[in-house]
């Protein structure tokens, strides 16, 4: 014998399944961004100028509105620079991340640290956002901009009988982001490559943040007990166009080092010829072009 289940019964049960799967997981998009554009060259070689930050890990977390507890997530960008942290349920409670129930996210980068210039130079401390607005909405965008900061990766080599601490510092790019003409052809110092450091009130960003990094190394990786660097590796493109100039600014900037570390400087392709200007190429997309000493 069949047995009717009360129209309102049904209602009730239906109810509770619109609620209970209808409110998706809370996954913001957040797009991590430098304060200054850089080159980067693309899968079909195109050289490309923006500011996003690509594999880089953060941290987010969630804190309810009215309530004590939180709810982590840690993702990484991807090559277009955002990443999708996953906030399903607030904890202990077992309720669904809503609009409403957030009160605020503040997100970490690990191994990251804000770099805060001052009279005496710089000080440093872990990077971290916080407060910042989140409302729980499905396909929600934050975008960040990132502070002058220094990120810290520690890889080991080998597992021999003794060990030994050495820094890599890669690619500074002295002088990337230096003004351009309306031929997009860059020029540091006087004119031309074979040319001179003209003072020190051209500053574009890399300069700044290589300065930083100099310091970090100074204060943190040298003559401590846990960490005592021996010597200085830069891993090539000291310059951005290779000229004479540019080298004159790093080997100034790059004196900053602790007097104990030996400097190890390679070269990269930034640095084997005065490429000093981007030229559009109908097959290749954008070629780099070479402008000789004196205008024209």
């Not at 309306?182 to 003072?199: P, Q, Y």
Request: proline share 6%; charged share 25%.
């Amino acid at each position: 014998m069949n047995k009717r289940i009360p129209f309102r019964r049904l209602a009730a049960i239906a109810l509770f399944l619109a609620v209970g799967f209808s409110h998706a997981a809370y996954q913001p998009v957040v797009v991590l961004k430098n304060p200054y554009a850089s080159e980067r060259i693309d899968t079909l070689g195109n050289v490309i100028w923006d500011s996003l930050v690509r594999r880089k890990t953060l941290v987010a977390t969630l804190y309810r509105t009215g309530m004590t507890d939180s709810l982590a997530a840690e993702a990484t960008t991807n090559d277009s620079g955002f990443c999708r942290p996953l906030f399903d349920r607030w904890p202990y409670v077992g309720s669904r991340v809503a609009p409403g129930s957030i009160e605020r996210m503040d997100i970490a980068l690990p191994n990251t640290y804000r770099a805060t210039k001052t009279m005496a130079g710089f000080t440093f401390e872990p990077l971290r956002m916080e407060r910042l607005l989140a409302t729980g909405r499905t396909g929600e965008t934050l975008q960040i901009v990132l502070p002058l900061s220094i990120s810290k990766h520690d890889v080991t080599i080998g597992d021999g009988p003794f060990e030994f601490f050495f820094v890599v510092l890669a690619d500074p790019h002295i002088a990337a982001g230096k003004k351009t003409d309306e031929r997009r052809w860059g020029d540091f110092g006087s004119e031309g490559w074979d040319d001179a450091d003209t003072g020190l009130s051209e500053r574009p960003w890399p300069i700044e943040q290589v300065e930083a990094s100099v310091a970090f190394i100074n204060d943190s990786l040298v003559g401590r007990p846990e960490c005592d660097a021996r010597f200085v590796v830069v891993a090539g493109d000291v310059t951005h166009m290779s000229e004479r100039s540019e080298f004159e600014r790093a080997r100034q900037v790059l004196a900053g080092l602790d007097e104990r570390l030996f400097l190890v400087p390679l070269l990269g392709n930034h640095d084997g010829w005065p490429y000093v200007g981007i030229i559009p190429d109908p097959l290749l997309g954008s070629v780099r072009s070479v402008r000789r000493a004196g205008p024209g």
